[in-house]
């Protein structure tokens, strides 16, 4: 079982950035893919950016190329998202996700596991 505590959403104005962070509780040696997701009030979940399970591979949704790192720890059991020029449009629930599949996340199919969410909230 794979248990992932998301933490870093707070309340902050247009412009700021924030640093989201996801830790994994996973047996020694297992190989998580891990990416982010969000849902705003009345709309679907959908991707943020997402990561290999050895860093080397990171895939970015369109409107978030730019403005967002997405890195792990060298242990590969802590992920974080580094955020700039955050917008009102970036409010939203922020999901961790994880999978020991062989693929990187892209959808939400291939999520196995979910976190709690942390809520970001942008807004002057």
């Known amino acids: 079982q794979v248990q992932l505590v998301e933490s870093g959403g707070q309340s902050v104005q247009p412009g700021a950035s924030l640093r989201l962070s996801c830790a994994a509780s996973?047996?020694?040696?297992?190989?998580?893919?891990m990416g982010w997701f969000r849902q705003a009030p009345g709309k679907e979940r959908e991707f943020v950016a997402a990561i290999s399970w050895d860093g080397t591979t990171t895939r970015y949704a369109g409107p978030g190329k730019g403005r967002l790192t997405i890195g792990k720890n060298s242990a590969g059991n802590t992920m974080f998202l580094q955020m700039n020029s955050l917008t009102p449009q970036d409010t939203a629930v922020y999901y961790c996700?994880?999978?020991?599949?062989?693929?990187?996340?892209?959808?939400?199919?291939?999520?196995?596991?979910w976190g709690q969410g942390t809520q970001v909230t942008v807004s002057s």
């Open positions: 996973v047996g020694t040696g297992t190989k998580l893919q």
């Open positions: 996700a994880a999978t020991k599949a062989p693929t990187v996340i892209l959808t939400t199919s291939n999520v196995d596991y």
